[in-house]
């Protein structure tokens, strides 16, 4: 069966790290270009980071600086690296992966889609 799990949402202070993983199962995620979204209550969802086959990164502005997405393609595992967390960064994130590149953080062209981790940004 073809999965996508995204894990390490967890609470955190304002100001703390956390780093999300996603894995696929029944797939080589190696081939496959990646977007992690967000979607925080009563706000629609949002476009966080987004890293292509060819390794180029692209960020929100919101997480510009902060956040860091890389792939380790022996593990097969995609990467957020999240720091100086804050509040306004609550929400469930989500790992996508699709074989067409998006240049424009569209869910819907993705063929993939993770069942979402828990961030909780909280003093």
């Known amino acids: 069966q073809e999965q996508l799990v995204a894990t390490g949402g967890a609470v955190v202070q304002p100001g703390g790290s956390l780093r999300l993983s996603c894995a696929a199962s029944?797939?080589?995620?190696?081939?496959?270009?990646i977007g992690w979204f967000r979607e925080a209550p009563g706000k629609e969802r949002e476009g966080v980071s987004r890293l292509t086959t060819s390794a180029e990164t692209f960020y929100a502005e919101s997480v510009k600086g902060r956040f860091s997405v890389s792939r380790d393609n022996i593990k097969g595992t995609v990467y957020l690296e999240m720091n100086d967390l804050k509040v306004e960064d609550t929400a469930v994130y989500y790992c996508?992966?699709?074989?067409?590149?998006?240049?424009?953080?569209?869910?819907?062209?993705?063929?993939?889609w993770g069942q979402g981790t828990q961030v909780t940004v909280s003093s």
């Open positions: 996508t992966a699709g074989i067409y590149r998006d240049d424009d953080f569209t869910w819907a062209l993705y063929d993939y």
């Open positions: 029944g797939f080589d995620l190696n081939i496959y270009n």
